[in-house]
């Protein structure tokens, strides 16, 4: 069974104080690894698709990672604006396969 | 080019009632997934549509049904309406093919069960 768990549950931080969220996943031959934006009463707006370990995507102030077990988003200088729920899933390569997702990341940039 | 449309955005409904909400994928997506989001569960895979035939069934009873209409427009239904059925329900779209790679969310309907 394919399995996502993020961490941490929620993180503080300040304006321009850089940090890392973490997705550690296992899943039986991974087809694409995906990081998600939620911002309040919203459906998650896609921000990254990884697909091979070493792969590494940037968008603005984020950074996405991946290892075979993990990926990581890095958020250089962070904005109050970067603030929301931060969802990694995966899709495994079989079929018609669909996403498993974790629990989220809820950020929170104080000015 | 249009997103992926859910209606209706807010509903609250009595136990024991029925409901049911609608998705609009975006236009050529064949695939329409539903998802559950909850503050303990986050998201949860309800049930995936493709071509109106039911591709692939997540874990919950059988209260939860949907389908999907040949012009992809999907619905899915929930009878027998229970309190821990309060939840933001989400429809993702993607071409749907094999290896097919990704998926668009709406901005889902909150249901309130009182």
């Known amino acids: 069974e394919d399995q996502v768990t993020q961490s941490p549950e929620a993180l503080r931080l300040q304006e321009g104080e850089s940090s890392s969220l973490n997705c550690s996943y296992t899943?039986?031959?991974?087809?694409?690894l995906f990081w998600y934006r939620q911002d309040p009463g919203k459906g998650p707006e896609f921000l990254f698709t990884?697909?091979?370990a070493g792969e590494e995507k940037e968008k603005e102030r984020l950074k996405a990672t991946l290892t075979k077990k993990e990926s990581f988003l890095h958020i250089t200088a962070p904005k109050p604006e970067d603030s929301a729920t931060y969802l990694c899933?995966?899709?495994?390569?079989?079929?018609?396969?669909?996403?498993?997702f974790g629990k989220g990341t809820m950020l929170l940039v104080s000015p | 080019k249009a997103g992926v449309t859910q209606t209706p955005r807010y509903l609250i409904k009595t136990r024991g009632q029925q409901v049911t909400l609608s998705c609009s994928p975006i236009s050529g997506h064949r695939s329409v997934s539903w998802y559950q989001q909850t503050p303990g569960q986050g998201l949860q895979f309800l049930f995936e549509?493709?071509?109106?035939?039911?591709?692939n069934k997540g874990n919950f009873p059988g209260r939860f049904s949907g389908r999907q209409f040949s012009n992809s427009r999907s619905e899915m239904n929930v009878s027998t309406l229970e309190l821990g059925d309060s939840a933001l329900y989400l429809c993702a779209s993607s071409l749907g093919g094999q290896g097919s790679l990704g998926y668009t969310f709406g901005s889902g309907t909150r249901l309130t069960v009182v």
């Open positions: 899943v039986s031959g991974l087809r694409g």
């Open positions: 899933a995966v899709q495994a390569n079989s079929g018609y396969s669909t996403l498993t």
């Open positions: 990884l697909y091979s």
């Open positions: 549509y493709f071509s109106e035939t039911q591709r």
